[in-house]
């Protein structure tokens, strides 16, 4: 395992800072503290994903042919550490461009390939992801979503919750029953939904941080193309599993370099409240700085793992699991040393807002208990728990 980049890779990084240092606004007011909202306003973000796009920052390692670079998972996982560190703005269309694209590059049909890649890229077309329902949110293949044939349509029924950015998205890569007589794995098919079609209702839910990062997607009776099936009929868990591959990938570069920033801001609140020179304080900090290095090393072990083999290993896993963890270890940290009585200020409303906002960190992106069955499973050889 190589822990250094490579003269190519050094550069691409190099370059990449200083284009995000004249494109990305002031992360931090007059105290310090960072600033809230930055990226609120969506014409913002958007103007950000066309200047990522002409910069070539899109698709990096997407085949050229459908408008990427064809670069290596390292180039990725640069990108998203660096982006990371500047609290730039995510792509609008982040879940297209890193799950849906590529699951339609795998799986999908030349006219799918031609018609929504390159809208992708330019976030013209924007993305989510109905894979989670009310009652079989982490197990996939209890899915109660039905798509039944009529012609050459699909009719689509049910329900997806916890969807990330449906409210702004036009699209939905879809996962339905298409075989009600087949059972779990079997008989499902992955779609692509037009959110605007006739009987789609869109439902953002209220975190308690007050923001809306999710939706619920409810379908009556949704008239669906069969030419929008992406693979086969029947073919939806191998799509929907090509989808999971790359939502796992390198995200977990993203993860640690947020909590990189997180750390730091950490030490700049024990400073500026007078707390860093307390040994119990100067601990816990410690270990925090422990476990994010350990986070890093794992996401260079999990990177090259990834290259040796084309398929993301267990590592992933473990990252996101350990990461959750150890982001609300460092937000409980952070409130705690604001103190009592004090008047509330810049970094009082941003860790308060952090701590809040971590709550779901062990239960977004696959809970922690099912997280922990996988490693369990996969990694330990442990029999399955039923």
């Known amino acids: 395992m190589d822990l250094r980049d490579s003269t190519e890779e050094a550069g691409f990084r190099a ?20 600033l809230q909202g930055r990226w609120g306003d969506i014409a913002a973000v958007r103007s950000f994903t066309s200047a990522l796009h002409a ?3 899109a698709g990096l390692t997407w085949p050229a042919e459908y408008g990427g670079r064809g670069l290596s998972p390292a180039y990725s996982a640069i990108y998203l550490e660096e982006t990371a560190r500047a609290e730039a703005a995510e792509h609008i269309g982040v879940i297209g461009l890193g799950m849906v694209g590529p699951t339609i590059i795998a799986c999908g049909s030349p006219e799918q390939r031609a018609w929504y890649l390159p809208r992708i890229l330019t976030g013209e077309s924007i993305f989510c992801q109905g894979f ?3 009652e079989a949110g982490s197990d996939l293949s209890a899915v109660r979503t039905v798509a039944r044939r009529d ?4 009719v689509v029924t049910g329900r997806k919750v916890w969807s990330s950015y449906a409210q702004l998205a036009d699209h939905c890569l879809l996962l339905a029953r298409t075989d009600p007589e087949q059972r779990r794995h079997r008989g499902l098919s992955c779609l692509l939904v037009d959110l605007r079609s006739p009987g789609v209702t869109v439902r953002p ?20 193309p069969l030419d929008a099936v992406v693979g086969d009929l029947g073919d939806g868990w191998r799509v929907a599993m090509t989808t999971l591959a790359h939502e796992r990938g390198t995200f977990g570069f993203t993860l640690t370099a947020r909590l990189e920033v997180a750390f730091r801001r950490l030490v700049a609140t024990a400073r500026a409240r007078g707390r860093d020179t307390d040994p119990l304080v100067r601990d816990q ?5 422990v476990e994010l290095e350990g986070l890093r090393w794992t996401n260079r072990r999990g990177l090259a793992e990834l290259a040796r083999t084309g398929v993301p290993g267990p590592e992933t896993s473990v990252i996101k699991l350990r990461w959750s963890q150890a982001h609300q270890r460092l937000t409980t940290l952070a409130v705690q040393l604001l103190g009592a009585g004090a008047e509330p200020d810049g970094w009082d409303h941003y860790w308060r807002h952090q701590m809040l906002r971590s709550r779901a960190n062990t239960i977004e992106g696959g809970t922690s208990e099912v997280l922990r069955n996988l490693v369990a499973e996969r ?8």
């Open 55 to 57: 910069a070539g920052y």
């Open 132 to 134: 989670s329902e009310p």
């Open 205 to 224: 839910i209220r975190q308690m941080t007050g923001e809306a990062e999710f939706a619920e997607i409810e379908f009556d009776e949704v008239r669906v």
């Open 285 to 289: 900090i410690a270990a925090r700085y």
């Open 379 to 386: 990694v330990l050889g442990l029999p399955r728990s039923y």
């Open 15 to 34: 370059g990449l800072r200083e284009w995000l240092a004249g494109v990305v606004p002031v992360a931090t007011g007059a105290d310090g503290a960072p």
């Open 151 to 154: 012609g050459d349509e699909l």
